[in-house]
């Protein structure tokens, strides 16, 4: 006999693919939801077996019965009582354990219901959350904003008041700055006059004067005796002389040349060079004069 050809094996890691999306679906169902899906199970499961308690205890009461009826003996009537009564005890748990049946499927729902509330209400708190963080961001941008505005209109009125102040600053400097050349340029001229006027005094003799100055200014010596000075009247033109009295100098003229009469001692005639100026007085020995 030509012996089965075996199928070939499959690729791969399936099972634990499957594996994968059971975890990801159980992570999925909450864990109160899968406890009262877990003990529904296990209710109906027992229903189910006590189900096939009872419908074997009713065989066995229907088969005890037909015996009975064919031959009616005391123990034939005694095992269609005791088949009856097992019936009807497993009826009764049967019944029972329905009862705990239908109320895992109310806490199955209610589980369920549970958990909806509770994937709503974090959905909610998610929602509020997320929205706090965007009015966070939208915050932080705006006040981001407002404070770059704000720092470009303090800083325009800031520079307008920095710059009037170093203005009158700068006026109040440049006036402390003329007064002081003023005062500097005045120390100066009169510290400059004050050199050129007064020389420095030399003790001793004074100095004679130079030579050239008195060749310039001495008329040139001539031998013999010396011309005698003409009178001023004879350089001019002499009037002719008239014999007898000088005529008298009329009165209107004497009264417009004479200075008016002064009572007391008449006052000191100044001489020239005293009315012109003293020189300064010096020390020593007067100089020479010019020859």
């Known amino acids: 006999m030509a012996r089965p050809k075996k199928a070939p094996a499959k690729r791969g890691r399936k099972p634990a693919a ?10 999925a169902v909450p864990a109160v939801v899968a406890s009262a899906v877990k003990a529904s199970d296990k209710a109906h499961a027992a229903v189910a077996a006590q189900q096939a308690k009872v419908d074997a205890a009713a065989t066995k009461a229907t088969a005890a019965k037909e015996k009975a009826t064919a031959k009616p ?16 005890a ?9 009862a705990e049946a239908r109320t895992a499927t109310v806490a199955v729902k209610a589980a369920q219901i549970e958990a909806k509330a509770e994937e709503v209400t974090a959905k909610a708190i ?18 981001a904003k407002a404070m770059a505005t704000f720092e470009a209109k303090w800083r325009q009125m800031r ?43 030399k003790r001793g003799r004074p100095a004679k004067a130079s030579t050239a100055t008195a060749a310039a200014t001495a008329a040139p010596k001539r031998r013999g005796r010396p011309a005698k000075a003409k009178p001023a009247a004879a350089s001019a033109a002499a009037a002719p002389k008239k014999r007898g009295r000088p005529a ?21 005639a100044k001489p020239a060079a005293a009315a012109a ?7 020593g020995r007067p100089p020479k004069a010019a020859s």
């Open 248 to 268: 008298k100098a009329s009165t209107a003229t004497a009264a417009a040349t004479a200075a008016p009469k002064r009572r007391g001692r008449p006052a000191k």
């Open 18 to 27: 499957a594996k994968a999306v059971a975890a990801k679906t159980a992570a």
């Open 90 to 98: 497993e009826n009764t748990k049967l019944q029972a354990l329905k």
């Open 126 to 143: 998610a929602a509020v959350e997320s929205f706090e963080a965007s009015l966070v961001a939208k915050a932080e941008a705006d006040l």
């Open 73 to 88: 003996t005391p123990a034939a009537k005694r095992a269609v009582a005791a088949a009856n009564a097992k019936v009807k």
């Open 159 to 201: 520079g307008k008041q920095d710059s009037a102040k170093v203005k009158a600053h700068a006026a109040k400097e440049h006036g402390k700055a003329s007064a002081a050349a003023k005062k500097l340029k005045a120390k100066a001229t009169a510290t400059a006059k004050a050199a050129t006027a007064a020389a420095p005094k």
């Open 277 to 283: 100026g003293t020189a300064p007085k010096r020390r």
